[in-house]
């Protein structure tokens, strides 16, 4: 299983734009990319996933170079309510969650 | 949609006492997790099953044990417990995703279940 890298926190002011950088140098050519957020006293929940190239949704950007080795969640003008613990997961489709390691993830604070 | 719902959510145990844990997914997922999370760390996965009848040890199982009799719910009990469990408890669940969907699995996540042993 490939291993996450990812910084232990950050802190940004509201309105910037936020970029979490995760490296997974290991990464196999069936493993998927997904991130997801935890807010104090919630469970994780799915915010974006990818495999190359460029994701977007309504929450957030996910960027992942041609070589696969890391990927950056971006955030565009973070708010307070973005606070929260984001963690990077790879690991590959067609395989149960059991195989999924969340680590500590990146803690995001937004500051007013 | 309700998705991932535990019970109870808030639960005080004296050492050595026992209790159960459950969660229930109306989301027809085939697999079904428990985890903890301790201040300061990550989620770490206690036990899972992929499928009804079915269960498996994760990274930390000691002092656990689980059941799926029914696909939609998932037990975590506790035989005796101790202060070490004291830690909030998620549940969660997914389905298998296959290449042909092109995607990986997306896991749901209940909102929690805080436990303390005293």
């Known amino acids: 299983l490939a291993k996450t890298t990812q910084p232990i926190s950050m802190d940004s002011y509201e309105g910037q734009e936020v970029n979490i950088t995760c490296s997974h140098n290991?990464?196999?050519?069936?493993?998927?990319i997904t991130w997801y957020q935890q807010f104090p006293s919630q469970g994780p929940r799915f915010i974006i996933q990818?495999?190359?190239t460029k994701v977007t949704n309504e929450v957030a950007s996910l960027f992942i170079p041609a070589d696969r080795k890391s990927s950056t969640l971006s955030l565009p003008r973070v708010s307070l309510s973005d606070t929260a613990v984001y963690y990077c997961?790879?690991?590959?489709?067609?395989?149960?969650?059991?195989?999924?390691?969340f680590g500590t993830g990146t803690r995001l604070t937004v500051i007013p | 949609n309700a998705g991932v719902t535990q019970t109870p959510k808030f639960r005080v145990l004296k050492t050595g006492q026992s209790m159960t844990l459950l969660c229930a997914q109306d989301?027809?997922?085939?697999?079904m997790y428990w985890y903890r999370q301790d201040p300061g760390m990550g989620l770490r996965l206690i036990h899972y099953?992929?499928?009804?009848?079915?269960?498996a040890k994760g990274e930390v199982p000691d002092g656990y044990n689980v059941s799926r009799l029914k696909k939609q719910n998932f037990l975590l009990g506790l035989e005796s417990a101790a202060p070490s469990q004291t830690s909030v408890y998620f549940c969660?669940?997914?389905?298998?995703?296959?290449?042909?969907?092109?995607?990986?699995?997306?896991?749901?996540f209940g909102e929690g279940s805080w436990l303390t042993v005293v």
């Open positions: 969660a669940s997914s389905y298998l995703a296959s290449a042909a969907e092109l995607s990986g699995n997306t896991i749901y």
């Open positions: 290991n990464i196999a050519t069936n493993d998927y």
């Open positions: 990818g495999y190359k």
């Open positions: 997961l790879v690991a590959p489709w067609e395989t149960g969650a059991n195989n999924l390691f």
């Open positions: 989301m027809n997922h085939e697999y």
């Open positions: 099953s992929v499928g009804e009848g079915t269960t």
